[in-house]
Structure formats: C-alpha cells, structure tokens
C-alpha cells in the first residue's frame, strides 16, 4: 500500500522508511520527515535531473519503485520480495484466453538496483534476498 511506481526504461527500487514502525499488531506509524520523506524526494529529484539532461543517459530512461519500509526490518524484506515476484512466473501457469491463445503479459521490469535502506540490519536482510535473484 506504500509504494512510488515511475516507469522507464531501466528501473531503480529504492526503500525508505517513510513511516516510523507501527504499534503492535501495526506495522506502519506515523511519517517520519526526515529520514523518510526527505531521502524520497532526494531519490525522485535525482531522477528528474538525470531523465531531464539528455546527455546523461540518451534515448534512455530511469523508472522507480519506490516502498516504504516503516522502519521495521520484516516489513522491508516483505516490500523486497515484491521486487522479485515480477520477475517469477504467475502462480498456476501461464494459462490461456478464451479463444486459446497465450496470454500477453508485460515485459518483466529491469530493476537494475536498489537503493536503501537506511538501517544496516534491514539492508543485509534485503540484500541476502536480493542477491540469489541476481
């Protein structure tokens, strides 16, 4: 539910903790300025720079998706796996349409890195996950 999705022709995941870790049972609290929406923003005007200078990157494009980590480490490897679920084939076959042709599906996006996240024990759960999808 907390997610920025930009399209382009390369995609860059970026994990902040916009919100701060939720009370029990909760895993989302309140925004946290700073260390969340601050990073954010600094992500999406990077990315403005870079798509807005046809010198950088010609005839190319970056995209994001961007997830909210809420500050909590299982809430972020949950938002990490949906990196991945993209990239894995629908659950029950690819299946057919009624008049028996395949289904067309779009490409898989070209997520070429992750940024974030801002605390070392989540990094290293994301990065140990992110790492046997290559």
């Known amino acids: 539910p907390h997610a920025i ?7 860059l995941g970026g ?3 916009v919100h701060s870790r939720g009370p029990a049972g909760v895993p989302c ?3 946290k300025k ?3 929406i601050h990073r954010l923003e ?6 403005d720079r870079v798509n807005g ?5 010609p005839n190319l494009t970056l995209g994001a998706r ?3 980590t809420c500050s909590r480490d299982t809430y972020a490897l949950e938002q990490a796996l949906s990196f991945v679920r993209s990239l894995l084939p629908p659950e029950g076959g690819e299946g057919t349409c009624p008049d028996g042709t395949p289904p067309r599906r779009p490409p898989p996006e070209r997520l070429v890195g992750v940024i974030g996240a801002s605390a070392s024990s989540v990094s290293i ?3 140990n996950v992110l790492r046997l999808f290559s």
Do not use: N, S, W
Request: overall charge negative.
């Open 15 to 17: 994990l902040f903790p």
């Open 42 to 47: 600094a992500m999406l005007y990077a990315l």
């Open 29 to 31: 609290g309140g925004v």
């Open 66 to 68: 961007i997830l909210d």
């Open 125 to 127: 759960m994301v990065a």
């Open 53 to 57: 200078d046809p010198h950088v990157l």
């Open 5 to 11: 999705r930009l399209e382009g022709d390369l995609t």
């Open 34 to 36: 700073e260390k969340g």
